[in-house]
T-cell receptor, first 112, second 115 residues
Framework: GEDVEQSLFLSVREGDSSVINCTYTDSSSTYLYWYKQEPGAGLQLLTYIFSNMDMKQDQRLTVLLNKKDKHLSLRIADTQTGDSAIYFCAERSGAGSYQLTFGKGTKLSVIP | DTAVSQTPKYLVTQMGNDKSIKCEQNLGHDTMYWYKQDSKKFLKIMFSYNNKELIINETVPNRFSPKSPDKAHLNLHINSLELGDSAVYFC??????????????FGPGTRLTVL
């Protein structure tokens, strides 16, 4: 079945850039998502990218997609303490698929 | 204002009890979902419900049953609670799961603790 992998932890200094990586196995993935979960809160959709794109930028967030290698990354520029959270990568297979497959989440810790 | 809301936020109960978690969305979406997030933060889909069509993840025990009184609500009923049911349960909704650009919006979660 589909699998989504992420590293579990990332620690960066405030003001630096953070790069969170994700790999997936499903070659029929159409959309890939990044969600943010703050402590004790629900998942917040940050951004998503269609599989025929290789980059998407939204303010401090840059998503890079290498479809050949099935590799997705989320870059957060000028990381702030408020960015400390767990970041989930998710993929959606083919139009008509109801299911999102999530990675296990990367816990980002921002050091002041 | 809240797009997807769940009640209660916390639920502590004894093993063997029956409980319900409620979910409401005011986004006008057609599809709603229930996810379970275990202690290791791994998210797994449990159900998808669209226009009276229920799709069940086959790994979900039949003690779990979703009930949808209308398009804006999808409640989760759990019978004979077990210790392993302790988790955070997230409700989500999306416009149309058949559309390629469909995006799911999540509720704040319900933390269930079974003693």
């Amino acid at each position: 079945g589909e699998d989504v992998e992420q590293s579990l932890f990332l620690s960066v200094r405030e003001g630096d850039s953070s790069v969170i990586n994700c790999t997936y196995t499903d070659s029929s993935s159409t959309y890939l998502y990044w969600y943010k979960q703050e402590p004790g809160a629900g998942l917040q959709l940050l951004t998503y990218i269609f599989s025929n794109m290789d980059m998407k930028q939204d303010q401090r967030l840059t998503v890079l997609l290498n479809k050949k290698d099935k590799h997705l990354s989320l870059r957060i520029a000028d990381t702030q303490t408020g960015d400390s959270a767990i970041y989930f990568c998710a993929e959606r297979s083919g139009a008509g698929s109801y299911q999102l497959t999530f990675g296990k989440g990367t816990k980002l810790s921002v050091i002041p | 204002d809240t797009a997807v809301s769940q009640t209660p936020k916390y639920l502590v109960t004894q093993m063997g009890n029956d409980k319900s978690i409620k979910c409401e969305q005011n986004l006008g979406h057609d599809t709603m979902y229930w996810y379970k997030q275990d202690s290791k933060k791994f998210l797994k889909i449990m159900f998808s419900y669209n226009n009276k069509e229920l799709i069940i993840n086959e790994t979900v025990p039949n003690r779990f049953s979703p009930k949808s009184p209308d398009k804006a609500h999808l409640n989760l009923h759990i019978n004979s609670l077990e210790l392993g049911d302790s988790a955070v349960y997230f409700c989500a909704s999306s416009q149309d799961r058949r559309a390629g650009s469909d995006t799911q919006y999540f509720g704040p979660g319900t933390r269930l603790t079974v003693l």
